[in-house]
T-cell receptor, first 112, second 113 residues
Framework: DAKTTQPTSMDCAEGRAANLPCNHS???????VYWYRQIHSQGPQYIIH???NNETNEMASLIITEDRKSSTLILPHATLRDTAVYYC?????????????FGGGTRLMVKP | GAVVSQHPSRVICKSGTSVKIECRSL??????MFWYRQFPKQSLMLMAT?????????EQGVEKDKFLINHASLTLSTLTVTSAHPEDSSFYIC?????????FGPGTRLTVL
């Protein structure tokens, strides 16, 4: 799976949008971009994934550049409960044996 | 999506004892499960791949005789930390993969005194 690069940490004010960037310049054509987050002392939680189109769900929006070499996860109105480590991962789907490989992630701190 | 449970959520044991951690898939039949380990302030590291009805596959540097994995059914995988030592203290997380998504258990925090 392609490697990703994320900032180590970010701060965000409560109620504001949190924009978390991710670089994946070596992504292959069949690889999706996945975002997970891990709140302290819990298992990772799925947020969203996409291939090349922008995606939105009840948790977040995912913006993928046209060349697919980078993406941004957007939490539109961050709350204190969104404080977590956010992982951007690229992975090919369609294979049950294709597990996720975690990088360092971005530690997002939402402040009141 | 699939729901994954782990038991216990937290365990404290003495050095030299063995600890068994259970991982259950509550609504999905998983032929493959994954075990991750996470040390404080670090990312998740894959330890092993658990295969139903066959031997587990271990990542480089993970001792298979120390971390015994049994995947006896499509809904249960167990990880036994044998002769635990303080350096085995960590957060252990199991996971299974669906077609589009990977599901994680809530984790088990092991503290070896």
């Amino acid at each position: 799976d392609a490697k990703t690069t994320q900032p180590t940490s970010m701060d965000c004010a409560e109620g504001r949008a949190a924009n978390l960037p991710c670089n994946h310049s070596t992504i292959s054509g069949n690889e999706y971009v996945y975002w997970y987050r891990q709140i302290h002392s819990q298992g990772p939680q799925y947020i969203i994934h996409g291939l090349k189109n922008n995606e939105t769900n009840e948790m977040a929006s995912l913006i993928i550049t046209e060349d697919r070499k980078s993406s941004t996860l957007i939490l539109p109105h961050a709350t204190l409960r969104d404080t977590a480590v956010y992982y951007c991962i690229v992975r090919a789907t369609g294979n049950a044996g294709n597990m996720l490989t975690f990088g360092g992630g971005t530690r997002l701190m939402v402040k009141p | 999506g699939a729901v994954v449970s782990q038991h216990p959520s937290r365990v404290i044991c003495k050095s030299g004892t063995s600890v068994k951690i259970e991982c259950r898939s509550l609504d999905f039949q998983a032929t493959t499960m994954f075990w991750y380990r996470q040390f404080p302030k670090q990312s998740l590291m894959l330890m092993a791949t658990s295969n139903e009805g066959s031997k587990a596959t271990y990542e480089q540097g993970v001792e298979k005789d120390k971390f015994l994995i049994n995947h006896a059914s499509l809904t249960l995988s167990t990880l036994t930390v044998t002769s635990a030592h303080p350096e085995d203290s960590s957060f252990y997380i199991c996971s299974l993969v669906g077609y589009n998504e990977q599901f994680f258990g809530p984790g088990t925090r092991l503290t070896v005194l």
